[in-house]
């Protein structure tokens, strides 16, 4: 059960009656929780470029945001804008907890579970979000990246710094499902509406062999396959 | 995990923009499909209010109203009494209510000199 520390989130609590229209209304997924359920959703400027991935899930009267954006400071301060006035609020608890990632588990199932300072986060059957007080020391982390990396290769998920950035749309770097296709306006929602209608620019994820290596552009690159990101 | 609100939850404190003494102007054509809208009857009001979303992140929301709960400032224009909410004043300084007066894209335009960029449909703005 490898274990890291995530120490590039942030984890941010949304509170009051509105919070949960708030957050629909400036990503790209619909927020809409089942029981225990996450959502993970994306924020986006107005070329449908990425500002921030968000993981969602509801505790009590909170929604807890596992936020990983390049700028957190500037992320904070478009959403604080955006309030005009609706019931919301939004504080930052980073420093009041510890996250890492549990991966290569076989029996990981998904939402969330909150088990006494423990909150697990479920996703996708592949891995666990633990977050934890800081207080507590932290449990057992490895720094051996390289598995992580590699475990992320065999199983095609995209990672903020390497497929995920600001300089591409979530058609770009295999993040469609994050996307909502009938849901309302968002910022970013034309270009990509646009790009689905017209099937132009649509990408996806590939695992190739690094024997192949110099043909493509690599996102990701392990010690036998890499990531790239091909034009479908 | 620490939420940071078990031991001292309070009311949610809403962080409020900056409030600005709103002006605004309304076209001829705007004022003549209010005439319309509102009759005789000029105790109601037209709320003209911004919503977060939209594509370009912000959205306008015009209503006619009697009154409101929302915390607003009245201005009196050409007779029309227009509610601005206080705390999307920032964004509405200086606006100009247009009416366009078309079969397709219609009806209530808002000229925003704080709008960098709107999107299609004029609806949205940032």
Known sequence: MPRMAFTDARILVFLGSDRQKFLDGLSSNK????????????FLDNKAKIVAQVHLFCLGELIIGITITEDSQSFLEYLNQKILGQE????DITSLNHIDIIYDEPNIVDGVVAQSNHTIIGMNRLYQFDIYPSK??????????????EWRISNL????????????????????????????????QEILTRM????????????????????????????????????V | MDCGTCET???VIVQTPEVVN???TITKNAESMLEQA??????????????????SGYMYDLQIVDDTDIDCQELSISGFRILVPNSSSHLLDGIEIDYEDRLMGGGFKINNPNAKSSCGCGESFA
């Open chain 2, 22 to 24: 709103v002006e605004l």
């Open chain 2, 38 to 55: 509102f009759g005789d009857d000029k105790s109601m009001a037209l709320l003209v209010g911004v919503l977060s979303g939209g594509c």
């Open chain 1, 31 to 42: 927020v809409e929780f089942e029981s225990n359920g996450v959502v993970t959703t994306l």
């Open chain 1, 196 to 231: 689905r209608s017209r099937n132009k620019g649509m990408c996806e994820l590939e695992v190739i062999d690094n024997l192949e290596i110099d043909k493509h552009n690599v996102t990701t690159k392990g010690i036998e396959q890499s990531i790239i990101i091909k034009r």
């Open chain 2, 9 to 11: 939850a309070g009311p």
């Open chain 1, 136 to 149: 507590l020391p932290r449990e057992n982390v490895s720094n051996d990246y390289q598995s992580f990396t």
């Open chain 1, 157 to 188: 998920i995209p990672w903020y710094g390497y497929e995920i950035s600001s300089k591409v749309n979530p058609y770009q770097c295999g993040l469609n499902s994050h996307v909502h296709e009938n849901k309302g306006c968002y910022t970013g």
């Open chain 1, 88 to 91: 919301v609020a939004i504080n």
